[in-house]
């Protein structure tokens, strides 16, 4: 049976090789067929880790034995551990769910707050985030990596808050960035500073307080008075 299993890896392994010519820089993908495989089987083997042990005890080698790849191809393709991370945030930011049209801005922002509750509060999601939360703050990579999966949440989530100042909901100019922000840091201040339940009502809190600043326009403009701030 073992012998089985290491002819399995040796051709996966082979496969790999010729579908890979040359280092992947960490974080980027390949379209299609086995480096598509590859990928996927790696990743999830790479979220399961984070989750059951945390950034720290990411291992390569268990990695490559969890996917059931070769581990030189884990090596050659995503370098480290923190080649893993980066890779895995890119892709979460790739698979997250589209934004809500609930047909208000109070009710797509109560989404989101609850869509940001129930990751955190997953068990399984919840100790990913923690983990990569954890590598983002000792490895600027990661930090670099975690900061762009933020990003590209958010300028998924932009168009509510523009719906929301066509609709005449809140002033013009409001920063949809700004906004979002404000609904879901309450959330992550008590996931990761305090560790205080995350309930509903936290969230819903977290809305109202977000949504009243928005209507008295604490967020409009906010974009030209960080620029007039910015030294000649």
Request: with cysteine; net charge neutral; charged share 25%.
């Given at each position: 049976?073992?012998?089985?299993?290491?002819?399995?890896m040796?051709?996966?392994?082979?496969?790999?090789?010729?579908?890979?010519?040359?280092?992947?820089?960490?974080?980027t993908?390949?379209?299609?067929?086995?480096?598509?495989?590859?990928?996927?089987?790696?990743?999830?083997?790479?979220?399961?880790?984070?989750?059951?042990?945390?950034?720290?005890?990411?291992?390569?080698?268990?990695?490559?034995?969890?996917?059931?790849?070769?581990?030189?191809t884990?090596?050659?393709?995503?370098?480290?551990?923190v080649?893993?991370?980066?890779?895995?945030?890119?892709?979460?930011?790739?698979?997250?769910?589209?934004?809500?049209?609930?047909?208000?801005?109070?009710g797509?922002?109560?989404?989101?707050?609850?869509?940001?509750?129930?990751?955190l509060t997953?068990?399984?999601?919840?100790?990913v985030?923690?983990?990569?939360?954890?590598?983002?703050?000792?490895?600027?990579?990661?930090?670099?990596?975690?900061?762009?999966?933020y990003?590209?949440?958010?300028?998924?989530?932009?168009?509510?808050?523009?719906?929301?100042?066509?609709?005449?909901?809140?002033?013009?100019g409001?920063?949809p960035?700004e906004?979002?922000?404000?609904?879901?840091?309450?959330?992550?201040?008590r996931?990761?500073?305090?560790?205080?339940?995350?309930d509903?009502?936290?969230?819903?809190?977290?809305?109202?307080?977000?949504?009243?600043?928005?209507?008295?326009?604490?967020?409009?403009?906010?974009?030209?008075?960080?620029?007039?701030?910015?030294?000649?």
């Open positions: 049976m073992s012998r089985t299993v290491a002819e399995s040796a051709l996966m392994e082979q496969e790999t090789r010729l579908s890979e010519s040359r280092p992947a820089t960490p974080g993908t390949r379209p299609g067929g086995r480096t598509a495989k590859v990928r996927r089987a790696v990743l999830d083997a790479t979220l399961e880790a984070l989750a059951e042990t945390g950034f720290h005890a990411l291992n390569m080698d268990r990695i490559a034995a969890g996917a059931g790849v070769g581990k030189t884990v090596y050659r393709r995503w370098g480290s551990p080649g893993l991370v980066t890779d895995l945030l890119h892709d979460m930011a790739e698979q997250s769910l589209p934004a809500s049209d609930t047909g208000s801005l109070a797509d922002l109560r989404a989101n707050a609850e869509l940001v509750r129930t990751t997953d068990p399984r999601m919840g100790a985030f923690r983990a990569v939360i954890a590598a983002a703050a000792c490895d600027e990579e990661c930090a670099r990596a975690l900061a762009g999966f990003r590209t949440r958010l300028a998924e989530w932009a168009p509510v808050v523009t719906r929301g100042t066509a609709r005449g909901e809140i002033p013009a409001t920063d960035l906004l979002l922000r404000a609904v879901s840091a309450p959330l992550y201040y996931f990761t500073v305090t560790r205080e339940e995350l509903a009502a936290v969230a819903e809190r977290a809305v109202t307080a977000a949504l009243a600043a928005a209507r008295d326009g604490v967020f409009a403009g906010a974009r030209d008075e960080a620029r007039s701030a910015l030294p000649e």
